[in-house]
């Protein structure tokens, strides 16, 4: 069994800086063939408190919207909510996007392929109007 961790960093220009979900599985997956391991067990982690990761359907583009218009409902971006505003009105929503979300994926890899399901894929979703560039850390355990 043998192991390989990289950093992936997730440039907000190449998203369009803004808010949303953003499919990253093309990014992942090219890392992932370009490794010696074929078989094993693909953990990414988000190394930041406002944004997660998560899978999600990646056909239709309405899935997407729809969550993104539910959370924005779910957690408003109205500072009376809260007390930490000292880094803007989207920044405390986003900490709570985050812990309803998640942070870390564990994805099964097969012939040095992701094995995802037909209608998914892996979003960074971005929980910020003008983030900084994101840094997701994979971990590929396998043979």
Request: charged content about 20%; proline content about 5%; aromatic content about 6%.
């Amino acid at each position: 069994m043998r192991q390989i961790r990289q950093s992936l960093s997730l440039s907000p220009g190449a998203r369009g800086s803004r808010q949303g979900l953003h499919e990253i599985t093309g990014e992942v997956a090219a890392w992932l063939s370009a490794q010696s391991l074929r078989e094993g067990l693909l953990t990414l982690f988000l190394r930041h408190t406002s944004a997660s990761i998560l899978i999600q359907e990646n056909a239709d583009p309405d899935v997407r919207r729809d969550l993104e218009a539910f959370f924005r409902k779910l957690v408003p971006e109205d500072t009376s909510l809260y007390r930490h505003t000292a880094e803007g009105p989207d920044d405390m929503p986003a900490h709570i996007r985050t812990v309803l979300t998640q942070t870390q994926l564990s994805i099964p890899v097969g012939g040095g392929k992701l094995l995802l399901g037909t209608w998914q894929g892996i979003y960074l979703f971005e929980n910020r109007h003008s983030p900084d560039a994101r840094e997701l850390i994979l971990h590929f355990i396998g043979e």
